[in-house]
């Protein structure tokens, strides 16, 4: 799916001589580093006998990261059309995904371990659980830049980092779900003006997983091959967290199991926090013939907070990545007039934890970004009639595209 209409100005800048240079092209090293982190904090707690370690991670991932946003601020430089092309050939951008693998799968392993033989205080044992699981959320990103490339190598290095934490259906129902049914009332992974994230995560975790799995199934019956099969990518996933947390269970004992179950959950609630963000109230246009209108940019909010940015791989240029899958995350681009979010994606975690802050900030730039329509929100279906009411909304009949 293209864009070609709106194709973005920046960037023209560059006289057509001469080659194009991407400034960010060691930067998106971070996206390398910035798992480590994680296992730091128990390293350097062994070394010193500082609990502060503990605490470091996510101070830096959710204080410091989105302090680094403000001081330089954002990056709508986009690079120019004829350079694309090149920058997806240079296998530099790929090498950097796949070095993040054994990170962290070693992150993890690391983590876990450390929680399963030393004895720490309830907060603290929380503490290093949850920076774990954002281990896992890393990975979970890493996932998505990775499962949507078509070569084997790349999709078998999704599986195996989604693999991590228990999450081996994501590639299959965001590539084949979420992309197909994102920003409408059908799509559990896309949010509703009104409905708080901790109502979504009831909504999102168990939609996901029986969709992708549905799909998966149809793929299979259409090969003559049976749902249970070697050839179900989720069956794949599942034998090789199967094979991992069994081999931790049984050196580490029961005890690992609600450990793991713990990590893997919070694992998994990084990407509901990041699917809760990404499309937040919008909606595409249901057409005449019953079909929604083609995804546009303008379906998704964008960041282009530089910091967030290198730590995630461009993530939160999101709006280019639903409107071109295929594009790298070097090559994604920004575009006027979008759907912006106040801060990177760190910083607005935090906020939708809070849902009162989180709605009094996010409803006035979504009813903002739609220009007051309301045919073009996705409402909660239960609080829609009071949200118009509140804000004064109108619908606005256009004809179809």
Avoid: C
Avoid at 115 to 143: C, D, M, Q, R, S
């Amino acid at each position: 799916m293209t864009t070609t209409s709106l194709s973005s100005t920046h960037g023209k800048t560059h006289a057509a001589t001469e080659p194009y240079r991407d400034r960010k092209r060691y930067a998106w090293l971070l996206s390398v580093i910035a798992p480590l982190a994680a296992p730091a904090g128990p390293w350097l707690y062994l070394q010193t006998g500082q609990t502060v370690w503990l605490w470091a991670f996510l101070a830096f991932f959710y204080f410091g990261i989105p302090l680094l946003d403000r001081l330089f601020g954002e990056d709508r430089s986009n690079p120019p059309e004829s350079a694309v092309p090149a920058l997806e050939a240079d296998s530099y951008y790929r090498y950097i995904t796949w070095a993040v693998v054994p990170i962290l799968w070693l992150s993890f392993i690391y983590n876990v371990v450390f929680l399963a033989t030393h004895e720490l205080p309830w907060y603290l044992w929380l503490l290093v659980v949850i920076t774990t699981g954002n281990v896992l959320g890393f990975g979970l990103n890493l996932g998505h830049e990775l499962g949507h490339k078509k070569s084997w190598l790349a999709r078998k290095l999704a599986l195996l980092t989604l693999a991590l934490g228990g999450y081996g259906h994501f590639s299959v129902e965001h590539n084949r779900g979420h992309h197909r049914w994102v920003a409408t009332p059908e799509d559990p992974a896309s949010s509703r003006m009104g409905e708080s994230i901790w109502r979504f995560v009831f909504r999102e975790m168990p939609g996901a997983f029986f969709r992708a799995w549905d799909l998966e199934a149809e793929r299979l019956e259409r090969s003559g091959k049976s749902e249970w099969s070697l050839g179900n990518e989720i069956v794949q996933a599942g034998l090789v967290t199967f094979v991992l947390y069994g081999t931790l269970i049984a050196f580490f004992g029961t005890p690992m199991i609600p450990l793991l179950m713990a990590v893997a959950f919070w694992g998994a609630f990084q990407l509901t926090s990041a699917n809760y963000i990404e499309h937040y109230g919008l909606v595409r246009k249901k057409l005449d013939n019953g079909r929604y209108e083609m995804t546009r940019p303008q379906h998704s909010w964008n960041s282009n907070h530089i910091a967030s940015n290198l730590a995630l791989f461009h993530l939160q240029r999101h709006s280019d990545h639903h409107a071109n899958p295929t594009r790298s995350y070097q090559s994604l681009r920004d575009f006027p007039e979008l759907p912006t979010l106040p801060v990177g994606y760190f910083g607005m975690f935090l906020l939708a934890y809070v849902p009162p802050l989180w709605f009094r900030v996010m409803d006035r730039r979504l009813i903002e970004a739609v220009g007051g329509d309301a045919s073009r929100i996705n409402f909660e279906p239960a609080k829609r009639a009071r949200l118009m009411r509140r804000y004064g909304l109108r619908e606005v009949v256009a004809p179809a595209a």
